[in-house]
């Protein structure tokens, strides 16, 4: 009998075990079922009449999955082999009748099982009177075959039986198997239904007690005064079963049942009381003994099952009613009832709450319409009746937000809704509903109405781009001015188009890196991007974007703001950095080489006066001083292009620089550019710089090859001309004669609104990579240098000319050409202190005043000489030295500090650098003597003796 309530939750009690496992345990309990039912037979026959193993075999398939009745199947006919074996009978007859009686019992088995699934849809657990039903058909049917296949097997085998009798007693043992045995295993196997009260207390086991006593006394009854199992007085025992059955459920109908039939069929066996073996054997004693034991079962189960599917339905009646009582109680809503027809209306606890009535008299707040109606805000009230009478005539859905007056005199907002009734004839007479206070949720969206308009304003203000798009598509929602100019757009060509589609996102993988980095981020932050305008222009931006949800759209909004100029005045500073880093490598390389040049230059002068030497040895130190002398030129360049000299201006002839140019420009130009040149004859001199004259020629004419890719015309014009002085004013200018320098292209020409800046430093129209935006600015600055200017024509699709004005010299004006020292230089006897950190200078420069007489002591640092000057004790008629030294004293403090020892002292200094870049920096003193390396041995003694007699060196 059952021990426990609880209702089968899930057949996980039967997958515990492995199908395998399983089907052993039912061919065990059919085979230990066979052997009770031998017990149970008639004595010393082993003739079985008391059959029970089908019920195990059915219940065996019911709790198994069709997949998996293989196993159950094969245990079972094992069992059923085993049992028969050892019959008494021969072996092969008993093969052959146990064959016929396994495939009987199989087809009764698997063809109840099949349709008891069949008819309730999966595992049977008799939770219903439905499955018990199809259980009892179902099982009728498959020991209606079973009986019809085994009875035809015995009369097949001459077996002593006629086909009637045998069917009638082989269906009814099958069917009291089915009822008895198969209800046992369903709900006594783990997962199946309990009984409604468990043996708990002493109560219920009292009511066991008293039931096994009725059972007892019925059999005394039956057995003993009635005179056998066959008397027709057999509802006596009934009453147990039927007891069980309703107080402990279906294991209790079931366990008693078992019990009932197990007692019935032993007292019948062994205590016949009249019945005859020949009786036994006929059948149909057996036949009423079996129907008896499927009506008590059948009288236990079906009270049992009905009643227990009586208490589910109560207790999810009362689960059901406590769910709505709480949902009632639990509320946020006040309920309402009307009764149309007499105007009253009922208002829910809750109701009264939310209008602060609770607790209060109904003459205070009467319960009828006329109530509500006078507490709402007259702005509401015909908007509201207007609702109600809609749906009352027309039943359009009742929803209407309305105010009403609480008991505090504080309007508050409410949400109602509801649901009328209409009678036969389409009459409301009911109609019930519920109120909600959503003052809050108004006064959050009048909150979220300030914001959004806080929002757009923002939004239209901002002078960032601000854009709303689709996750999905990318399509464009909602886009602000600044949005539009900075992409070239109208906002009716962006709206409903997607950034890919415009073309503000070059191809839709860079939208996806955006998206897919937003996504795994959460939101993006002045992530640097390349977009492009309308006119195919490239804008970098950074934008900061976060997810939004609109609707049911996923949606993002992006912050854009442009940094192009930002990106390109960085690049700027970044490329003036490298500039100065690169002049400053360029001046130090040039100081260093200028040692050099100074050794080389001083050394072949010196060669040069030796008269013994052959002419042509003097030619090839000629070349030699020659080549020095272009080196030098170049350092001056260099020193220039770090802004460490000034221009070293000569009297030049702009034909023979230009006619020296032009070869290396016919390299540089390439072979698709014809290259013309016009020069007028008898053309004046200018006051220039030759290097820089070269490099203005040199950036104009590569800037016009830039501009003409597939070939052209550069042309190079050289003539003079007159400019007045209106004209000069405005390049602040001297009026008179100018040399003009022409330079025209073919090329693609300039825009207009970008020729004002075209001398910008740093501003260029080339691509990233392809100019540096220092060549025409580079160029603006030397002619400015040079008291001159440019100017500039352009036409896109025509070309460009810039045309470079210098001022001449006087007629008369010489051209300068390089200097022969043919001179006589005077020595002396002077005492000179030479400082100079450069070993091989200092030392050739001792060399070659020693050779003019000098009398010279010699430093490293100026430390060092001034442990020289100390130690001597002499004084020094003449201080050499060097003004950029490595210590921490320079050329110019030891100077300082000497002529602070010894007034009247003589200094001439010597650099790589020019005088002027070291007076800017170090403020030498004019009345010192400068010499500038490289120099040669001639301009180094005429400097000395010019500064020992009192004169500039």
Not at 405 to 414: A, H, I, N, P, V
Not at 506 to 518: A, G, I
Request: hydrophobic share 45%.
């Amino acid at each position: 009998m059952s021990t426990a309530n609880q209702e089968p939750d899930s057949a996980s009690g039967q997958h515990r075990l492995r199908a395998w496992q399983r089907a052993g345990i039912f061919g065990l309990a059919y085979y230990l079922c066979a052997l009770l039912a031998r017990y149970l037979s008639v004595p010393d026959t082993g003739y079985v009449t008391f059959w029970l193993p089908p019920g195990v075999y059915f219940a065996a398939l019911l709790l198994s999955e069709p997949a998996e009745w293989g196993w159950s199947i094969a245990a079972i006919c094992a069992a059923n082999l085993l049992f028969d074996l050892p019959a008494g009978k021969s072996l092969k007859l008993t093969l052959c009748l146990t064959l016929c009686f396994c495939f009987a019992n199989t087809l009764a088995a698997t063809t109840g099982a099949w349709l008891t699934r069949r008819f309730t849809g999966g595992r049977i657990t008799l939770a219903s009177f439905r499955e018990y039903a199809a259980l009892l058909g179902s099982g009728a049917v498959g020991a209606s075959l079973s009986a019809t296949v085994g009875t035809a097997a015995l009369i097949l085998f001459h077996q002593p039986a006629t086909f009637g009798s045998a069917w009638a007693t082989w269906w009814s043992g099958d069917m009291m198997a089915i009822s008895m045995v198969t209800p046992f295993v369903l709900v006594m196997w783990p997962g199946s239904p309990r009984g409604t009260r468990p043996l708990d207390n002493w109560r219920a086991i009292g009511e066991v007690a008293l039931m096994l006593c009725l059972l007892a006394g019925g059999l005394w009854y039956i057995l003993l005064d009635q005179h056998g199992i066959l008397s027709p007085n057999k509802s006596v025992l009934m009453l147990p079963v039927l007891w069980a059955g309703i107080r402990f459920g279906p294991r209790g109908a079931a366990s008693m049942t078992v019990l009932l039939g197990l007692l019935i069929a032993w007292f019948t066996i062994h205590h016949p009381m009249g019945i005859t073996l020949a009786d036994l054997k006929s059948g149909a004693p057996m036949f009423v003994l079996d129907t008896a034991i499927i009506y008590a079962s059948m009288a236990g189960m079906i009270p049992a099952i009905v009643l227990r599917e009586r208490d589910r339905t109560l207790a999810k009646l009362r689960e059901s009613e406590d769910r709505f009582n709480l949902a009632i109680l639990g509320t946020s809503d006040g309920l309402w009832d009307w009764d149309i027809f007499s105007g009253k209306i009922f208002f829910a606890p809750r109701f009264l709450e939310l209008v602060g009535y609770a607790g209060c008299a109904e003459e205070e707040f009467p319960r009828i319409r006329a109530t509500v109606l006078d507490h709402m805000h007259p702005e509401d009230r015909d908007r509201a009746v207007k609702a109600m009478e809609s749906h009352l005539d027309r039943r359009v859905p009742y929803d209407a937000e309305y105010r009403l007056q609480t008991r505090s005199g504080e309007y508050r907002w409410f949400r109602s809704r509801g649901q009328a009734v209409w009678d036969e004839i389409g009459r409301a007479v009911r109609m019930a509903g519920s109120i909600r206070d959503i003052t809050k949720a108004k006064q959050a969206e009048r909150a979220l109405q300030e914001s959004e308009e806080k929002f757009s304003r923002a939004f239209g203000a901002s002078p960032n781009g601000i854009c709303i798009s689709e996750v999905e598509t990318g399509r464009l929602m909602e886009v602000n001015e600044a949005y539009c100019e900075l992409y070239g757009y109208r906002r009716e060509e962006v709206v409903g188009r997607s950034s890919v589609e415009l073309g503000i996102f070059k191809t839709p993988e860079v939208r996806k890196h955006f998206v897919r980095t937003l996504t795994e981020c959460g939101s993006v932050r002045d992530l640097e991007m390349a977009t492009y305008r309308s006119d195919g222009q490239m804008r970098l931006v950074t934008v900061s974007a976060e997810p939004i949800q609109l609707g049911a759209s996923p949606c993002i909004v992006s912050v854009i703001h442009d940094i192009t100029e930002r990106k390109r005045t960085e690049e700027q500073f970044r490329q003036a950095q490298r500039m100065d880093a690169i002049g400053q490598l360029a001046g130090g390389i040039a100081h260093d080489f200028n040692n050099m040049l100074a050794v080389i230059q001083m050394q072949t002068s010196m060669m040069l006066t030796d008269l013994e030497l052959e002419e042509h040895a003097k030619e090839d130190l000629r070349n030699i001083m020659a080549a020095a002398e272009k080196s030098a030129n170049l350092t001056r360049q260099l020193l220039t292009f770090s802004r460490q000299s000034v221009p070293r201006t000569e009297n030049l002839d702009l034909v023979e620089v230009i006619s020296a140019v032009i070869k290396l420009l016919r390299r540089v130009l390439g072979e698709n550019i014809s290259l013309e040149t016009r020069f007028a004859s008898s053309l004046p001199l200018v006051k220039a710089d030759p290097g820089m004259i070269e490099q203005v020629i040199m950036n104009l004419s590569i800037n016009a090859r830039d501009a003409m890719p597939r070939g052209g015309r550069l042309e190079v014009d050289l003539d003079a001309c007159e400019i007045d002085a209106a004209r000069a004013e405005q390049h602040s200018a001297v009026p008179g004669t100018f040399v003009r320098l022409l330079i025209s292209d073919t090329g693609c020409g300039i825009p207009r609104d970008q020729v004002s800046r075209i001398f910008e430093p740093f501003f260029t129209t080339k691509k990233v990579g392809e100019g540096t935006g220092l060549g025409l600015a580079t160029a603006f600055g030397i002619v400015q240098q040079h008291r001159g200017w440019i100017e500039v024509d352009s036409e896109v699709g025509r070309g460009t000319a810039f045309t470079v004005y210098l001022p001449a010299l006087e007629a008369g004006a010489v051209a300068s050409g390089p200097a022969v020292a043919t001179q006589k230089v005077r020595g002396g006897n002077e005492r000179i202190l030479l400082v100079e950190d450069d070993a091989t200078v200092r030392e050739l420069t001792r060399h070659v005043l020693e050779k003019y007489g000098y009398v010279v002591r010699e430093a490293t640092t100026p430390e060092e000489a001034l442990q020289v000057r100390d130690g001597d004790g002499d004084a020094v008629d003449l201080l050499v030295t060097d003004i950029i030294m490595p210590g921490e004293m320079n050329g110019r403090e030891l100077a300082d500090e000497l002529t602070g020892r010894q007034p009247g002292l003589k200094v001439m200094y010597v650099s790589g650098y020019s005088h002027e870049v070291l007076d800017h920096r170090l403020r030498i003193e004019q009345r010192r003597g400068f010499l500038q390396k490289p120099f040669t041995a001639l301009q180094l003694a005429s400097s000395v003796r010019r500064c020992l007699d009192g004169e500039q060196g």
